[in-house]
Nanobody, 124 residues
């Protein structure tokens, strides 16, 4: 059974940085494309970033491009999301997800396994 566990959320001021981590257990990590999604109160969950199994391709939402960086360490079964220049509108619960499909998908329906989420709050 595949499980995902996120960590690294917290409270930060506008302009600050956070790094989220997500560890996968139960199956070979390099089998999966990994994605980060977020959901703010009253809004739908949205795609943030994704990375293919060996890091050869990444994709970002326009709202985070240039500020966020997704990476992975297959030896540690972990995917990261480095978030810089944070804004209040980045406040949300952040979820990592695993997909067995080829390529990065922005569609959450293509991700079969989800973590429990970690809260990121950016104060103005």
């Amino acid at each position: 059974q595949v499980q995902l566990l996120e960590s690294g959320g917290g409270l930060v001021q506008t302009g600050g940085s956070l790094r989220l981590s997500c560890a996968l257990s139960g199956r070979p990590f390099s089998s999966y494309t990994m994605g980060w999604f977020r959901q703010a109160p009253g809004k739908e969950r949205e795609f943030v970033a994704g990375i293919t199994p060996y890091g050869g391709a990444t994709a970002y939402a326009d709202s985070v491009k240039g500020r966020f960086t997704i990476s992975r360490d297959n030896a540690k079964n972990t995917v990261f999301l480095q978030m810089n220049s944070l804004k209040p509108e980045d406040t949300a619960a952040y979820y990592c997800a695993a997909s067995a499909r080829v390529g990065v998908s922005r569609d959450q329906d293509n991700y079969s396994t989800w973590g429990q989420g970690t809260q990121v709050t950016v104060s103005s």
